[in-house]
């Protein structure tokens, strides 16, 4: 028990740690690994709570707060997410599955995981719109390279 207690208080708290800890649940998020997402949270905050020392009633405080926008934040997701899905297939014949009774696991775990989930979401629409810029970008790059190609071979 003496190792594991020197283990956690001199080597994992300190801001390496948090933030390696913090990287490991958001790629768990991205890869909707719920459970694993949900333990390495659980331990980053566990991690933070002994490395800043904060007194229990804020640590109660915290929690209601971090509850509301926990369920503010999954409305909104679960709001994108039925609003992604449906635009994927739109002429399907039964979005059933997307309905909020089947959607209980995926939505709860927006609300206990938000921050995580948040930064997963804010991490993968920048990516989403570099991808978009760049592909479009080199396509008129191609294309301007493909049209001289093609002009110079029609001159005689």
């Given at each position: 028990m003496d190792f594991f207690l020197g283990l956690?208080?001199?080597?994992?708290?300190?801001w390496a740690a948090?933030?390696?800890?913090?990287?490991?649940?958001?790629?768990?998020?991205?890869?909707?690994?719920?459970g694993t997402a949900l333990l390495v949270t659980a331990f980053?905050?566990?991690?933070?709570y002994l490395f800043f020392g904060v007194p229990?009633?804020?640590?109660l405080y915290g929690a209601l707060a971090y509850a509301a926008v926990g369920v503010l934040?999954?409305?909104?997701?679960?709001?994108?997410?039925?609003h992604e899905r449906v635009a994927l297939i739109p002429d399907a014949k039964d979005h059933s599955y997307l309905a909020p009774k089947n959607q209980t696991r995926r939505i709860v775990h927006?609300?206990?995981?938000?921050?995580v989930s948040m930064a997963s979401s804010v991490v993968g629409d920048?990516?989403?719109?570099?991808?978009?810029?760049?592909?479009?970008?080199?396509?008129?790059?191609?294309?301007?390279?493909y049209q001289g190609a093609v002009s110079s071979a029609r001159k005689p």
């Open positions: 956690v208080t001199g080597y994992m708290l300190n948090l933030a390696v800890l913090l990287l490991l649940a958001i790629f768990f998020e991205a890869l909707e690994c719920t980053t905050a566990f991690v933070a229990l009633r804020i640590v934040w999954s409305i909104w997701r679960y709001r994108r997410y039925v927006w609300m206990v995981v938000w921050p920048v990516l989403v719109l570099a991808k978009t810029v760049v592909t479009k970008w080199l396509r008129g790059i191609y294309e301007a390279i």
